[in-house]
């Protein structure tokens, strides 16, 4: 079974402080993807990156970063010098690609992070 | 492009009422999905669709009802509806071609109260 745990609940830091979201996943398939949605106060869910299982190497997109550890499955998503904007829930999420089994084929989320940056 | 559009966005309803979310996608994508999102929470996948005529369960499907006439249409009944079923609604769309690389499109999602 496939499973996607963001232990930190809610996380507040000030303005300007670097926040890393952790985010560990379980799946028994070698080929798989990881998502970072981010939600912000208004509601909608918006794609941040996609990482397949076979591309271990960090992202880095302008104050944001994501670094994927299969030895720990793993996918984190630091934020640099955060910002008020950056406040909002972030869900980790992993998508796996059984073989023969289209009707499986689904997204499974975490529970996501709530993000709080304080001015 | 639309993108995924949902109506309505807001409903209340009374306990024992009906009534169906609407999704539509413009985007010829055969993969659409149903979540809701209690407050404070998760999103959790009520069913879903890998293309027309064909719908599966998710985790929390008890109470609910779809149907898949179309590529584009992806309507979500509630029978009758329940002070748990207060939630807020959101529809999601995948292309197929790619597999699971491929990320989900939202709608900007509707919020049901029951009352």
């Known amino acids: 079974a496939q499973k996607v745990t963001q232990a930190q609940t809610e996380i507040s830091v000030v303005e300007k402080e670097d926040v890393t979201l952790d985010c560990v996943y379980e799946t028994r398939d070698t080929t798989y993807y990881l998502f970072w949605y981010k939600q912000p106060p208004s509601g909608e869910l918006v794609f941040l990156i996609r990482?397949?299982?076979?591309?271990?190497q960090n992202e880095i997109s302008g104050r944001y970063s994501w670094n994927f550890q299969k030895s720990t499955s793993s996918f984190n998503f630091t934020i640099t010098a955060s910002q008020v904007v950056d406040s909002a829930v972030y869900f980790c999420?992993?998508?796996?690609?059984?073989?023969?089994?289209?009707?499986?084929?689904?997204?499974?989320f975490g529970k996501g992070t709530r993000l709080h940056i304080l001015p | 492009n639309a993108g995924v559009t949902q109506t309505p966005k807001f409903r209340i309803l009374k306990i024992g009422q009906s009534m169906t979310l609407q999704c539509t996608q413009d985007m010829n994508h055969n993969y659409m999905y149903w979540y809701r999102q209690d407050p404070g929470m998760g999103l959790k996948l009520i069913y879903y669709?890998?293309?027309?005529?064909?719908?599966d369960k998710g985790e929390v499907p008890n109470g609910y009802n779809v149907s898949r006439s179309t590529t584009e249409d992806f309507p979500l009944r509630l029978e009758l509806a329940a002070p748990s079923q207060t939630s807020v609604y959101f529809c999601?769309?995948?292309?197929?071609?790619?597999?699971?690389?491929?990320?989900?499109?939202f709608g900007p999602g509707t919020r049901l109260t029951v009352l």
């Open positions: 999420a992993l998508s796996v690609n059984p073989v023969g089994q289209n009707r499986d084929d689904k997204i499974i």
């Open positions: 669709s890998v293309g027309a005529g064909i719908t």
């Open positions: 999601a769309s995948r292309p197929t071609g790619g597999g699971s690389y491929n990320e989900q499109f």
């Open positions: 990482r397949n299982s076979f591309d271990e």
